[in-house]
């Protein structure tokens, strides 16, 4: 079976559904209500064990309600939580995303507890990390925990998968130890410091990003599908086309799923196709966490889709 450990936040997502966002000083009635896990690492922890991969989180939840509620889930999902350390000080990291009728939303984040992940308890998760075929890091703990995880998966010969989201700098040295770069294409804009909104800036923020270390680069472009590189050779792969509900954790089901299948020793541009799929199944459902697919669901869904193209 592959195995994958994931650094990274977990959160509590407090999900108000609106007509439209509120202005400036103004009391809006919500449509609906909703609490539901969430966070980058944990969405993505959650993928990979629903499409079938042995999980372990490391991160960290406050010692309060919520971080129970997110241990609980951990444990429903058949996830290692024993690398989830609890905070002493800080609460539980809680977002509240605001989503309006046309599906666009805003979202507020504290991170809290997420921000106190510090190297020494990822140094302490070694023993999981050296025993995954992959690690999934994104920007949501703290640099050096990243960098402290990356560099035990090097010691290890564990493959790294940096999740550039959301957008902050990374450093040459974190560069260097990543081997499978996923960003969207802001992000991709922001950390190759090229115009990423033509298909040809796409492939020179790829082509910049590369030459500073990941063998693998891929960009996820939303509707328009995912842009991968590998070994100097560039694809495109046009979205899945699904009925849209919510496309809150489509990038974080795209990661899992390709993880999942790169640690499976798929080849590259079937293990994208696959991460699509769960990107598009995960934009059918409401919510984060809620919304990843399981393996049958991708299995089913492309099943399909095959049989549609052959008909
Ligand atoms: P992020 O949320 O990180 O910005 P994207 O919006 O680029 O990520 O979405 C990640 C992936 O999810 C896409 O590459 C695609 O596979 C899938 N996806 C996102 N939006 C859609 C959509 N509207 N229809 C089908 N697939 C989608």
């Known amino acids: 079976m592959p195995s994958v450990t994931i650094v990274g936040s977990c959160n509590i997502d407090l999900i108000f559904r609106l007509e439209r966002l509120p202005q400036l000083g103004e009391s809006l009635p919500a449509l609906g209500f909703e609490i539901a896990a969430g966070g980058k690492g944990l969405n993505q922890a959650v993928a990979a064990a629903r499409l079938g991969a042995i999980t372990a ?11 129970e509620m997110l241990v609980k889930v951990l444990a429903q999902e058949g996830i290692d939580h024993t690398c989830v350390q609890k905070d002493h000080k800080e609460g539980t990291g809680v977002a509240c995303p605001l989503l309006d ?3 666009s939303n805003a979202i507020v984040v504290a991170t809290r507890a997420n921000g106190h992940l510090s190297p020494k308890a990822v140094t302490a998760a070694e023993a999981v990390i050296a025993r995954s075929d992959i690690v999934m890091l994104q920007q949501e703990a703290p640099a050096d925990a990243n960098l402290a995880a990356a560099k035990a ?6 493959a790294v998968m940096l999740n550039a989201a959301p957008a ?4 040459p040295e974190m560069l260097r130890l ?16 090229e115009d990423a909104s ?3 800036g796409v492939l020179t923020a790829a082509q910049r990003l590369h030459e500073q270390g990941p063998a693998i680069v891929v960009i996820t472009l939303g509707s328009e599908g995912v842009f ?7 694809k495109w792969a046009p979205a899945f086309n699904v009925k849209v509900v919510d496309t809150t954790g489509a990038g974080d089901a795209f990661c899992g799923g390709l993880a999942v299948a790169l640690a499976r020793g798929k ?5 994208v196709n696959f991460a699509n799929a769960c990107g598009a199944l995960a934009c059918t459902v409401l919510g984060a966490a809620p919304s990843m697919p399981t393996e049958n669901d991708v299995a089913t869904f492309l099943a399909r889709r095959r049989q549609k193209r052959g008909a």
């Open 57 to 67: 989180m490391v991160g960290a939840v406050g010692q309060d309600v919520f971080g």
């Open 168 to 171: 902050r700098p990374v450093t």
């Open 198 to 200: 033509t298909r040809e």
């Open 178 to 193: 990543t081997q499978v770069l996923v960003l969207n294409e802001v992000e991709a804009a922001q950390l190759s410091g």
């Open 153 to 158: 998966a090097s010691r290890h010969q564990t």
């Open 267 to 271: 080849p590259l541009p079937e293990a």
């Open 228 to 234: 991968f590189l590998h070994q100097g050779a560039a």
């Open 101 to 103: 009728a046309n599906g």
